[in-house]
Structures are given as C-alpha cells and as structure tokens.
C-alpha cells in the first residue's frame, strides 16, 4: 500500500457526520474541520459518513459541502466524497460534455486505469447517464484519436506476465516498419501493439526498439505523429513504464509555469491518494529535484492549498 490516505482502523460515523454538522451549522464554516475530518477517512469511511448523515440529520452532505464551500477547494472536497469510480465517470463526462472537449482528461484515465477499473467505469457511466462510454467517445472524437480511446475503453489489455521473446521482436520490428522506415506512418499498427499487449511483453518491445531503431519508442512517437494522438501513445508507453512517474509529470505540468491547471491538479490528488501518491512524491522528486509538497506550497494558497497537502501527505 503506497497511499498516503489509508483510513481509520475504528470510526463511528455517527460522531463524524455530527461533527461535519457542527462544522457547516449556524454562521461560518469551520474549514479546518471539514479537511481534518474527511482526510483522516478514507474514501469506503466518507461513504458511510454520507448515509449516517442522511439517515441521523435528515440532509444530504455533499448538498451541503456544495453550499457552504466554493471554488477549488470545493471541488476537491466534492471529488473526495465520491466512490472512486464514480469519480472518473464523472471527470469522464465533464471532459466530453463541458465547454470544449478536455482530451487531456480522456488520455489520462483511459490509459492509466486498470482493466478492472475501467469495467467499473463502463458500467457505472451506462447507469449514470444512460448511453455508454464509447458512443460519448465517438460523438466527442475523431480519426485516429478517436480509435485509441476506444480501444483503451474496452478494457481488454493482456493483463498476463508471458513474454514471448520472438514474438516482442518482431512487434517492435512492426513498429519500426510502421513509422521510422516508412515515409508517412501506419498509426493502426502502434494501436495494436501498444493497446493490447501485455507490460512484461511491452518493456522487452520497447528494449528491442531501441536496438533496431537506434532510438527510443518515444521519441519516435514524438516525430512520427503530433496532437492528441501523439499524447494518448505516449501516455500508454509512460504508464507501461512508471505509472507513478507519469502522474508525477502530470502534476509537475499542472503547475509549473503561469497559472495552474486546476482541473489535473484535483483529479491526480484526489485519484491517487489511496492508491499511489507515495511513489509518485518519490518520483517527483527524483524527477524534478522539487518536492511535490512544495510545489503545491508554492502554487496553491488558502484551503485548497490545505487540503492538498493533506491528500500529498508529508514533505520529503
């Protein structure tokens, strides 16, 4: 277990819902407490915590989260009240339905989830909304982008550990044919390896890229296409690698440079506190010298800045 949120062995959740009604109640909203409260909790605990409240006071906590806070902070507080799927079939929908299309969001998710995980996400968005995943893929993008997203949104990557030696050769001799030896690129050929293949096999692709190639599959990537392609393929070769090191460089873009992007901030924070934020702080800093908790310091300010500390966990 890599998370910096990991719960409470023992709760009663009668006591915190009371304690987040104390917190909203009359004038003024102690903001303290709500961060202490919810990220000592994990997110199966805050679950429970929005039942009791409901069933004990009669309101609906998120509703009122909603009205008394605001802003990225809100936002943050909102995300960390949901069900972890729920939370990326939502993110999913704002980065389709919103103003614009957040193909960022998209590549994100898709390539980063797990089979299991984005089964999850399947079901739960047909629920949610009634019409899949895929038809909102397909209505929100185009060409061969497009396909990539599907593909990833199938779920069906070879999750096996069997590498077949002679068969990772020739994958990465089809990937040379198919983009550095030929004028133009054949995209389909990099979908099908790099959407379907299991990781094991991949890492020995891309090994045996570099040997035929004389490059690295990235940088190919990088000459041979651009756009959204562009960046969903190098998102699946970054998670195959270092999953955790491919949020680090997430959340080193979000903030580095003027302004922030919020919207990746939350979502990184918020996604990978129970699952990964360790390694990915180790590879931050690794990566960038800086660590996590600082740039945040730097970057963020008020309760926001707060919360996410609290999701990023200790300095190191």
Request: hydrophobic share 35%; charged share 30%; proline share 1%.
């Amino acid at each position: 277990m890599h998370a910096t949120i990991k719960g409470v062995s023992s709760f009663s959740a009668e006591q915190e819902a009371q304690a987040l009604r104390k917190a909203m109640k009359g004038f003024g909203t102690d903001e303290d407490a709500i961060i202490e409260i919810l990220t000592k909790l994990n997110v199966s605990q805050r679950q429970q915590v929005l039942i009791t409240y409901k069933s004990s006071i009669g309101r609906d906590l998120i509703d009122d989260l909603k009205s008394e806070l605001s802003g990225n902070f809100e936002r943050v507080i909102v995300g960390m009240m949901t069900p972890t799927t729920m939370y990326d079939v939502h993110e999913l929908r704002r980065a389709m339905k919103g103003a614009g299309t957040d193909e960022g969001c998209l590549i994100e998710i898709l390539a980063s989830r797990t089979n299991e995980e984005i089964r999850r996400i399947n079901e739960n968005y047909k629920c949610q909304y009634g019409c899949t995943l895929e038809e909102d893929i397909v209505s929100d993008t185009s060409s061969m982008f497009r396909r990539v997203l599907v593909s990833l949104a199938t779920g069906n990557r070879d999750e096996g550990t069997y590498v077949d030696a002679a068969l990772a050769q020739q994958d990465a001799q089809c990937l040379y044919e198919a983009g550095e030896k030929k004028w133009g690129t054949d995209e389909v050929q990099f979908m099908a390896i790099l959407c379907t293949r299991n990781r094991p096999h991949l890492l020995r692709v891309f090994d045996a890229y570099r040997g035929i190639a004389n490059k690295d599959i990235t940088d190919s990537i990088k000459s041979e296409m651009s756009g959204d392609l562009e960046d969903a393929l190098l998102a699946v070769v970054k998670c195959m690698r270092n999953k955790p090191a491919y949020f680090a460089e997430r959340l080193y873009k979000s903030m580095k440079g003027l302004g922030t992007d919020d919207n990746t901030l939350i979502r990184v924070m918020v996604s990978r506190s129970e699952i990964d934020m360790l390694d990915i702080r180790r590879e931050f800093l690794t990566m960038y010298g800086k660590s996590l908790h600082s740039f945040i310091k730097g970057d963020c300010s008020g309760d926001y800045r707060k919360v996410l500390l609290r999701l990023c966990g200790g300095e190191d």
